[in-house]
């Protein structure tokens, strides 16, 4: 079946510090994939999606590229700030309204 | 325009209790679907509704059963409630697509 593996944390960074969290999935077909974002409290919010290979999505000045050859869809921040200490959580759904099939997710703390 | 709203925020119930949560889906939304986010866990799908039928059913036994209304609202009942259901429930909705809007979720706490 479809999955998701991604890097685990929790990870703590400085501000102003270079971000990456990986991710890889495991699907037949050409999926869509997603990244979402879990602030303190908080449901989950959309971060970012790419419906097809090589296809980049971004947002706030995260962006992740949609890698077929190698089945993956890294999150990437050229400088955090505080205010993304967050969970992040990498997703795949196929279909038109399929369920999203969710990796574990890695919390994020940035320091000032 | 409102987004996807859940009720309650908390919830606390002893074992072998049921319990019934609640969900309005965002404005224009007409398929919902439910999922369960153990504690430091990604959220595990539960099933979707989708004009008023179960379309889709993650494996959950079937304590979990669920119900959508004519107005898209839907609501989750757990049945026989077991230490291991507590846990964030988030409900989610979309229209026609897989881009999911989640609610902020009901916390669930079984004791």
């Known amino acids: 079946g479809n999955s998701v593996t991604q890097m685990e944390g929790p990870v703590t960074l400085s501000e102003e510090a270079f971000l990456t969290i990986n991710c890889t999935y495991t699907a037949t077909g050409y999926p869509s994939l997603f990244w979402y974002v879990q602030y303190p409290g908080e449901g989950l919010q959309l971060l970012l999606k790419?419906?097809?290979?090589?296809d980049k999505g971004s947002n706030k000045g995260f962006e992740a590229t949609y890698r077929k050859e190698t089945t993956s869809f890294h999150l990437e921040k050229g400088s955090v700030q505080v205010s993304d200490s967050a969970v992040y959580f990498c997703a795949l759904g196929q279909g038109g309204s399929e369920k999203l099939v969710f990796g574990k997710g890695m919390k994020l703390t940035v320091n000032p | 325009d409102a987004g996807v709203t859940q009720s309650p925020t908390h919830l606390i119930k002893t074992r072998g209790q049921q319990v019934t949560l609640r969900c309005s889906p965002k404005?224009?939304?007409?398929?919902v679907s439910w999922y369960q986010q153990a504690l430091g866990q990604g959220p595990q799908f539960i099933f979707q509704?989708?004009?008023?039928?179960?379309?889709q059913r993650g494996n959950f036994p079937d304590r979990f059963s669920g119900h959508q209304f004519p107005n898209y609202s839907s609501e989750l009942n757990v049945n026989a409630l077991l230490l291991g259901d507590s846990a964030l429930y988030l409900c989610a909705s979309s229209l026609g697509t897989n881009i999911q809007y989640f609610g902020a979720g009901t916390r669930l706490s079984v004791l």
């Open positions: 509704y989708y004009e008023e039928e179960e379309r």
């Open positions: 404005s224009g939304h007409d398929t």
């Open positions: 790419a419906t097809k290979a090589d």
